[in-house]
């Protein structure tokens, strides 16, 4: 005979997945499930976890137990899939500019008309040929970072880096501070490597980090990762002195720093990285997807020269090498100066998108930054996000919710909106149906 809270785990499970019970509903207290069904206040504690555990449901502490949104699979969270053609995507960033398709073609018919190109059909050195990673490393000291061909690794894309970086320098067990509301490509990582993520907690300019010196006294931590330059999803930017703060932390604890600068060619101003703060503990990892396109999966690793050889086990392992067709097509551009004059074009429709978005959103709480692609919109108390994410998936839009950049088991109320993959046109009737979404359900 089945065990009584497994019925009751099965009766809910059954109303969530039909719709019966919707997305956002509050589910009984714990007492009030046990009263009700004549079981003990453990096994209706057990009910819920076992329902959690699925993902149908989450608590909140002080709040109660809420049915997720689990219609949410189109692009939420970081499965996206393929989106149809009629739907605006406010989850994701992949931007591109008129031209760009007429610059591949122009840029792959260069590369056949130069060079050995028969060169690219053979198995590269797993971090690159040297010439390019040279070019790679002028690139990156035009922008604040202090790197040498040697110790720069080419990956596919900054996601591919973040892996190699977790597979070579990490180890199942390790324990990892990270902010409490990070990227989830990391978070993805840290439960494939079983790695522990232990939360800094943010405010309105960065992490805490005292809170962080603290932990590091409290717990053997072996690194800490981090987004100082336009914070996914936060969009904060650390000053010089956070910076250092930083860097002296990791010194007096000597803990590894994964530095992730993905988005970090969008402020105009680029700051000095953590990395040239403490060059002999930090893995920098960047990309050219945002800048150039999500489809040019290049990426680059710096890394201290002792780390190096672990760097490139790693490499071999998941790919070998990167495609050498794609990293010379880069390194041209990076030559010809296409690189540099996209991310000029990409820095300026960033602020015309949050210029359009603070005029559009109005009174709305906001945080974001005025060079970045995403905002962060905190929600009510009393509000749930869930709800506006299937409310607005409904008209065919696609946001996150917090959930997926959450590292604690509280989840705050907030809706994450990517601004930087639709036209201005659409992102002017998507953020006014985001408004309208927030304004209903924060007056409900």
Request: charged share 20%; proline share 5%.
């Amino acid at each position: 005979m089945k065990a009584r809270y497994k019925t009751l785990v099965d009766a809910y499970a059954l109303a969530i997945r039909s719709g019966k019970l919707v997305a956002g509903s509050r589910l009984p207290t714990h007492r009030r499930l046990a009263a009700e069904h004549h079981i003990s206040l453990a096994t209706a504690t057990r009910v819920y976890a076992e329902l959690e555990a699925m993902g149908l449901v989450s608590g909140e502490t002080g709040r109660g137990t809420f049915v997720r949104e689990i219609a949410l699979a189109m692009g939420h969270g970081i499965d996206q899939q393929a989106i149809a053609a009629d739907v605006l995507d406010l989850n994701f960033n992949y931007p591109s500019l008129p031209g760009q398709g007429d610059r591949l073609r122009e840029g792959l018919r260069q590369l056949a008309n130069v060079g050995d190109i028969e060169s690219h059909l053979r198995y590269q050195p797993h971090a690159g040929r040297i010439g390019e990673r040279e070019i790679i490393a002028h690139h990156l000291n035009t922008h604040g970072l202090t790197a040498r061909a040697e110790n720069v690794l080419i990956v596919n894309g900054a996601q591919h880096g973040l892996a190699v970086a977790v597979m070579g320098l990490l180890r199942p067990g390790d324990v990892v501070a990270v902010d409490a509301l990070t990227y989830p490509g990391f978070k993805a990582l840290a439960a494939l490597y079983q790695l522990e993520l232990l939360a800094i907690p943010v405010g309105d300019d960065g992490p805490d980090l005292n809170v962080l010196a603290r932990l590091c006294r409290m717990r053997h931590l072996r690194a800490v990762y981090t987004m100082p330059t336009l914070h996914n999803p936060l969009g904060w930017v650390l000053n010089a002195r956070q910076r250092q703060r930083l860097a002296s932390i990791a010194r007096q604890h000597d803990l590894l720093v994964i530095e992730d600068a993905a988005y970090a060619y969008l402020v105009t101003r680029m700051p000095s990285p953590v990395a040239s703060y403490a060059p002999e503990r930090t893995v920098y990892v960047s990309g050219f997807s945002k800048d150039v396109a999500t489809g040019i999966r290049v990426g680059m690793v710096v890394c201290p020269e002792a780390w190096r050889p672990a760097l490139e086990r790693a490499i071999r392992a998941t790919t070998w090498n990167t495609p050498s067709l794609m990293s010379a097509l880069v390194c041209q551009w990076i030559v010809d100066g296409t690189v540099s004059q996209l991310a000029k074009q990409k820095r300026r429709d960033a602020r015309q998108r949050q210029l359009l978005a603070r005029e559009v959103l109005g009174p709305l709480p906001c945080i974001s930054h005025p060079d970045s692609w995403f905002l962060w919109l905190p929600l009510a108390e009393e509000s749930r996000a869930d709800r506006v994410a299937k409310q607005l998936m409904d008209k065919q839009i696609l946001v996150s919710t917090a959930e997926p950049f959450c590292v604690t088991t509280h989840v705050p109320q907030a809706i994450r909106v990517a601004l930087g993959s639709v036209s201005m046109a659409q992102l002017r009737v998507a953020l006014a149906a985001v408004r309208e979404a927030i304004e209903y359900e924060q007056s409900r």
